[in-house]
């Protein structure tokens, strides 16, 4: 049997940003039990801790060799940025600071001048894109309403690319904003939902890349010209594309999500055309793609089930790929189990993936039922904080795991995430029913002993099938999640409440299908015990959410465990406290599940 603590403490790191010279990747690591930053030589040395904050961050390298910092407080996510030089133990400057409000999405021009991002601070709920001056301070807002964010800067600085959110779940719009002149150019005009995402500017600025599923079902790789407005589709493939560039001009880097696993081409910038597919680890997911400004050597994480997130760099010219980091880790990843993926047919006949774990011997073992969140999100195949170590502990004490990527779920297609949009909510949770029976009907696996487990929209997944399933699963285990449609929709931060509405639904228009879908309509339904988790400071899912559930569930005899962390928000960042929270969870399993 793994040892649970040791699986909570591998060490996991991802690349951010090269240095202007390529010599230098900084890279973000939770080597010290929080997300901080550190700088490795690019082709290989010692990682040099730069920063030790109480609280996660993230960064970028800057023209002049400094790092913009982002970080927020108690996991609030009300990012706030600061400069900070690249030497341990540099002292932020404060550069875009009001806790009140968000400052995200941070993007800055190739020669250091500009700073663009966005802040929700004119009014607290829409999002204005801010293009700010370094050396002055001076800004330029742009007030398009909604929920925006910067998507990249074009190399001459001329044009900052936004994203704009639409009414419709699975529907952005990208808009030119002139920098300089405050011009706006509304880069995708369209009728049907489509997404635009992952845009690559070519080194003259004349144009630039991005993936859309603009009149098609997954996405494809097209190139927009700013002279005459126009799209063309360069790349194309039955599984989603998303795509990555250098400065120079190099290389087009496209990935796919292939059935989750990712595989990477080298494509021409300007025509699309193959060159080379870069070698991997193994089979698994690549996160954080980025290179080096003059296209010379390719920085990535990858991650698989039985291996955490580490940086690996691919050397374009040479052909070869070094593993960057080997972070510490005291379980052999041979100990570990991978997952088969299967599909199963649903009620209505859809087909449904889902990744099993199966633990060895004959069984039959019972299952723990993995629903990812979201919902516009997808399972895949790597070793995530949330779900990968207590899945290997699971399967090594004689659970069998199951993670389905139910109806709404991205990476399949448009029309098969829009199979869950407002009113056909209940139909994923239907899915759900169907895994049940195609558990049971393997031989090796006890469906009389399935778990479901999940955070945030996995955790309303949980507690829709305890509610409206409450003959087929036997506990629960669920975090920051959705006990009521309406009451997270009504008391989520307001400047997220209009992008949620367009999935879950209106709370004008769709307040009865709100009110008949919500777990807490049916609490009287859930008789399995529960787990709950919640961080205090959760600005997405509140934590009312969790101390409602409880507290009902409690008064009618139902045992729901409830742990609140006071120093957290919608994740659980700190490494003690994801200790606590999967010991305490496993324990809850080990006592609800044990033979009376």
Known sequence: MLDLRALLEMRQALPLSFSGDGASLLVASNLPGTQQ???????????VQLTDFAEPVVGQFLPDGRILLEIDEHGNERTQLHLLYAEPGAEPEPLVV???????TAHVSRDGALLAYATNRRNGVDFDIVARTLASGEERSFELGGWLAVDSVSPDGRWIVAEQLGERAGDNDLFLLGAADGEVVHATPHTDEAEWVSTVWLPDSSAFLAATNEGRDSFAIRRYDVASREWQTIVESRWDLACAGDDAGRSLLVVANEDGYSRLELRDPGTGALREEVPLPGRGVVESPVFSSDGLLLAFAFSSPTEPHDVHVYDLDARTLTRLTTSPRDVDPATLVAPELHRFESFDGETVPVFLFEPEGEGPFPVVVTVHGGPESQWRPWFAPTFGPLTQYLVSRGYA????????????GKRYEHLDDIRLRLDSVRDLASLHAWLDARPELDASRAVLYGRSYGGYMVLAGLAFQP??????IEAVGISSLVTFLENTSDYRRTAREREYGSLARDRDFLVEASPATHIDAIRAPLFVQHGRNDPRVPVGESEHIHRVLTEKGVRCDLLIFEDEGHMVEKLPN???????????????????
């Open 37 to 47: 930053l550190f700088v490795v030589p690019a082709r290989g040395g010692a990682l």
């Open 98 to 104: 009001d806790p009140r409000f968000k400052h995200e």
């Open 401 to 412: 795991v199951a993670a389905p990527n139910v109806r709404g779920s991205t990476g399949y």
């Open 471 to 476: 003959d087929l699963w036997a506990a629960g």
């Open 578 to 596: 994801r200790i606590e929270t999967f010991e305490r969870a496993v324990a809850f399993l080990d006592e609800v599940l044990a033979p009376s």
